[in-house]
């Protein structure tokens, strides 16, 4: 199994490849953010960024359901997957038709942000490359310098019909916990994105609720039909519609995402603490 799984994470490039096929739309949107949208010759039909630097790019299917043939017939010099939104036959096809596969898997914000100045060195100017870069590295080193001294204990599902979460050893449970969450589920399970319950919810009784609009679209009959519960994400309102890229895209969205979510969550924290002062007083 582990001779499997390194299998599956090999040919990271080693020279500038001058044809390019992203499996993955977060590195997509990296790529043209790097001045590499001119190397990309095909992309899924979930890379919707940058809108008008993928609209002619040629589609070559869904990220479970790639299109091969038309994969092959591009002759790419590098396909860039990863781990979790791609499947392992596909890569492994590819693969045999003498196609490299590079097979990223962050599972770590810091794994997200070099992640990205790895590929800047696909070919990208240097100093594109470090106007890219280097914000996102600023983020992580203050985020990491100034991690909350109180935590939220929070609920961010993914899905629903059943409820999945985000369980320990993923990338969205490293960038919560890294901007002030504490992840109800992270430690519930030896699963990675684990299923849970309505009374298992109730029961971890979360502070903050974060509903993000992908891959699940949640949405305000969501949010409303948590509000319903005993929990006291509903009881203070702080039950939240969010971007879902903001948990699941790494690149360059990674420093607006510590942005936004620090300050969310922080907020909620700081409004709870100041209540129980004033009801201390």
């Not at 044809?19 to 001119?38: H, K």
């Not at 990220?63 to 038309?70: G, I, L, Y």
């Not at 979460?165 to 990338?171: A, E, K, S």
């Not at 699963?191 to 992908?214: N, T």
């Amino acid at each position: 199994m582990a001779e499997a799984r390194q299998r599956f994470h090999r040919d990271r490039p080693t020279a500038p490849p001058a044809r390019i096929i992203s499996l993955v739309p977060s590195l997509t949107e990296a790529l043209f953010a790097l001045g590499l949208g001119d190397r990309v010759v095909g992309v899924t039909e979930w890379c919707v960024h940058p809108a008008e630097g993928v609209r002619d790019v040629a589609k070559v299917g869904g990220t479970k359901t790639p299109d091969r043939a038309a994969i092959e017939a591009l002759a790419p010099e590098l396909v860039i997957a990863n781990h979790e939104e791609n499947r392992r036959r596909d890569v492994e096809w590819l693969e045999g038709r003498g196609l490299r596969v590079w097979v990223t898997d962050p599972r770590t914000a810091a794994d997200g942000v070099a992640l990205l100045a790895e590929l800047a060195q696909l070919g990208a100017d240097p100093q594109r490359a470090s106007a890219v870069c280097a914000p996102v590295q600023q983020a992580l080193r203050e985020a990491q310098a100034a991690r909350p001294k109180t935590t939220a204990r929070t609920f961010c599902p993914i899905w629903k019909g059943p409820w999945m979460t985000v369980g320990g050893d993923t990338y969205a449970h490293d960038l919560l916990v890294l901007c002030g969450a504490r992840n109800v589920f992270g430690e519930a399970s030896d699963r990675r994105y684990p299923i849970v319950s309505e009374d298992e919810i109730v029961a971890a009784q979360p502070e903050v609720v974060l509903l993000p609009d992908e891959p699940y679209a949640f949405g305000p009959r969501d949010a409303q039909a948590l509000g319903g519960l005993p929990i006291p994400a509903a009881e203070s309102g702080r039950i939240h519609l969010i971007d879902g890229t903001l948990v699941s895209w790494y690149g360059p969205r990674i420093g607006l995402a510590i942005e936004e979510l620090r300050s969310l969550l922080r907020v909620d924290r700081e409004r709870d603490e100041s209540r129980e002062d004033t009801a201390g007083g």
